[in-house]
């Protein structure tokens, strides 16, 4: 009868320690749960703000560029009314006007990743294994 009142005695602390467990691992688990259905709640937080950040970004740099614009437009119009505008080919001082108001128009904007000027060899005559 005593060896019958141990066994159950260790088969209850037995249990008791694998309820513990048990309830540890769902604790856990749970909080795992609900950390993974929080995840796409913050990846559309962020997306908000990213595209809130990128569209305002948009709109100051064209405010910015709009006086530029509508001063190329003006010139544009008034040598469209001259001779020389109607002619099929610009002149070169012209196209150097052309090439300044673009440079104007974009100053502001970051870098390219890869401009190219970079895999261009200085010495355009050099044999292709001597480069």
């Not at 691992?25 to 993974?36: G, L, T, V």
């Not at 974009?106 to 010495?123: K, Q, V, Y």
């Amino acid at each position: 009868m005593l060896g019958l009142l141990a066994a159950l005695h260790f088969t209850r602390e037995t249990l008791a320690d694998r309820t513990a467990t048990l309830n540890a691992e769902r604790a856990a688990m749970s909080a795992d749960m609900a950390k993974a259905d929080q995840l796409p709640t913050d990846a559309e937080k962020r997306f908000a703000v990213q595209q809130t950040t990128a569209l305002a970004t948009f709109a100051d740099r064209l405010a910015n560029r709009e006086p530029i614009i509508l001063r190329s437009t003006d010139t544009v119009r008034t040598y469209a009314q001259t001779a020389a505008g109607r002619a099929a080919c610009l002149p070169a001082d012209r196209v150097r006007g052309i090439d300044a108001l673009d440079a104007e128009l974009f100053a502001g904007d970051p870098p390219s990743a890869s401009r190219g000027e970079e895999a261009l060899h200085g010495d355009a005559d050099a044999p292709a294994a001597g480069r």
